[in-house]
T-cell receptor
């Protein structure tokens, strides 16, 4: 595709539910990043994939958060037992080879936990 | 003290004015990014630079590695430039970007 896409664009869920957020990076980009942006704050790093493997998952806030990228392209961020504090815009970015390359951002998924 | 600081936090200007947004950082970096975020919109990467100066249209970004400082300039500003401009640095030590808090720019017609 022409750019990074994310689905859904909006997700409203109830506290305690499980959600999956999807990211389609730019074709051929091997590096993929997930960020979270709460209202009025800058993005917060969550996880960085190089190919299929998570090169750095130190930003995941706790074990309710998990991300996969099984074939080295599409990635899914999974949140279990959602809490109201998880409400944020979840941003995905990709870059051609590694973190030294420009990151291209998707439009984000706005998650609201009621 | 934040590792990346931007100034000003908010900036309102008239159409046509020359705009400068500053970014100072305290860590050793391999690259600095300037990004743009429109209200309700996604983030767009404007520049990634590690030295010198880059220009794209009416946007100019400069960086001084010795002084750990970067500036983003907008010439002949236009209301459509209204957005939040974010500075982010990639430290030498890891992959993560360290983000500034952003500068909210409003250009009035």
């Amino acid at each position: 595709g022409a750019g990074v896409s994310q689905t859904p664009s909006n997700k409203v869920t109830e506290k305690g539910k499980y959600v999956e957020l999807r990211c389609d990076p730019i074709s051929g980009h091997t590096a993929l990043y997930w960020y979270r942006q709460s209202l009025g704050q800058g993005p917060e790093f969550l996880i960085y994939f190089q190919g299929t493997g998570a090169a750095d998952d130190s930003g995941l806030p706790n074990d309710r958060f998990f991300a996969v990228r099984p074939e080295g392209s599409v990635s899914t961020l999974k949140i279990q037992r959602t809490e109201r504090g998880d409400s944020a815009v979840y941003l995905c970015a990709s870059s051609l080879r590694s973190a030294v390359d420009t990151q291209y951002f998707g439009p984000g998924t706005r998650l609201t936990v009621l | 003290k934040n590792e990346v600081e931007q100034s000003p936090q908010n900036l309102t200007a008239q159409e046509g004015e020359f705009i400068t947004i500053n970014c100072s950082y305290s860590v050793g970096i391999s690259a600095l990014h300037w990004l743009q975020q429109h209200p309700g919109g996604g983030i767009v990467s404007l520049f990634m630079l590690s030295s010198g100066k880059k220009k794209h249209g009416r946007l100019i970004a400069t960086i001084n590695i010795q002084e750990k400082h970067s500036s983003l300039h907008i010439t002949a500003s236009h209301p459509r430039d209204s957005a939040v401009y974010i500075c982010a640095v990639r430290p030498n030590s890891n992959y993560q970007l360290i983000w500034g808090a952003g500068t909210k720019l409003i250009i009035k017609p």
